[in-house]
């Protein structure tokens, strides 16, 4: 599927307008302009502002000044110069790593990335001057993913954070692409706290629920996602991801437990590969083994079986005493279950589920 083509639904589109607290903008720009929804959206709440709209395809929207190119090359150009950035930025990979250098100056020095929406993160922080607003859209991996955590960081110390929106799976249609919506600021002088909430439709309508408040020290150190956030009292888990890719399977070989097809009472899979691997993570008797990627990720079992290494695909859970399969008994993992085009879930998102049984069994007790 190409996730490079997904505009921002026009009723999506008036709902982060009408929720952005600045003032009047003079200039107003979008440098992945697409639709130009988010765009017209703000020209009919701004109606004396001027609306730039930049695309490597021709747009026409009424009020659009529009720029056919690149929108990174378009940033280098012509940066520190817009009060608000909106953005929707195509979600794919780049053709060639850094293409536009400048885009990585600065704190962004060290910063390396094969995403291009991504790099357009970049291009479109450029833009902000000095008390400038961007609000954009990301894919939700960008907010949960750790492979992220380091962006986020740079982000989070550099600029101002002030809202990050989840946005409902079927925003863009059947295609369920999971995002967030991001209002960052360039003037750290006014930051005060991150508020975090949730988009949902009502009918044609969307509202955002109640929002709760990240402590700055996550933001800094990257932790936008409600697992991360600094939580007292949660019981650690001694969970581990296996290490063996399913790129080195074989027909025949040493064992390894792989992930398996959703069922009722799941199970691993055993599969083989040739030559044995340096210091595996294996799985023990009365281990717990969860299933983290595709249609069964977040489904579990003990394992009673021989010591065996498991492959990338796993969580392997020690349970000694049976204490936390005692926990789960009966339980299905019932947290959101992350990813674009292919679904998984992290060692964070189980262990949060998890603490979430812990304290409704308790709260039964």
């Not at 005692?326 to 990813?339: F, N, P, S, T, V």
């Amino acid at each position: 599927m190409d996730y490079s083509k997904f505009y921002t639904p026009q009723e999506v589109a008036s709902l982060l307008i009408k929720m952005l607290s600045i003032p009047q903008p003079k200039r107003i720009i979008d440098i992945c302009c697409g639709s130009c929804n988010l765009l017209s959206a703000a020209g009919r709440r701004w109606k004396d502002a001027t609306l730039t709209g930049v695309d490597t395809a021709s747009q026409i929207a009424d009020g659009v000044q529009f720029v056919r190119m690149d929108g990174r090359e378009f940033a280098i150009q012509t940066s520190q110069r817009y009060p608000l950035v909106l953005a929707n930025p195509p979600f794919d990979y780049v053709g060639i790593k850094r293409e536009y250098p400048e885009l990585f100056d600065g704190v962004f020095e060290t910063y390396h990335t094969s995403r291009l929406e991504n790099e357009m993160l970049l291009a479109n922080l450029r833009l902000l001057d000095k008390t400038g607003v961007l609000l954009i859209i990301m894919p939700s991996s960008f907010v949960e993913a750790e492979s992220n955590r380091e962006i986020r960081k740079i982000v989070g110390r550099n600029y101002y954070v002030k809202n990050i929106i989840k946005l409902p799976e079927d925003t863009f249609g059947a295609s369920h692409i999971n995002c967030y919506v991001l209002e960052i600021r360039r003037r750290l002088g006014q930051r005060i706290c991150t508020k975090s909430c949730k988009a949902f439709r009502d009918a044609n309508k969307y509202f955002l629920s109640e929002k709760v408040t990240i402590h700055q020290r996550d933001i800094f150190e990257g932790n936008w996602h409600t697992d991360f956030w600094s939580k007292p009292n949660n019981i650690e888990l001694n969970i581990r991801r296996g290490n063996i890719s399913s790129q080195s399977f074989s027909d025949s070989g040493l064992p390894v437990l792989h992930t398996a097809k959703q069922s009722r009472n799941w199970k691993p899979s055993i599969r083989h590969i040739k030559n044995a691997v340096k210091m595996p993570v294996y799985a023990d008797y009365g281990d717990i083994i969860v299933s983290r990627i595709g249609k069964s990720a977040g489904q579990w079992c003990r394992y009673f079986g021989k010591r065996v290494p498991i492959s990338d695909c796993l969580f392997r859970i020690k349970d000694p005493d049976g204490s936390i399969a005692d926990a789960l008994a009966g339980k299905k993992y019932d947290h959101e279950i992350k990813g674009i085009a292919v679904k998984y879930i992290t060692v964070n998102d189980f262990k949060s589920w998890y603490n979430s049984v812990i304290v409704n069994n308790d709260t039964i007790a």
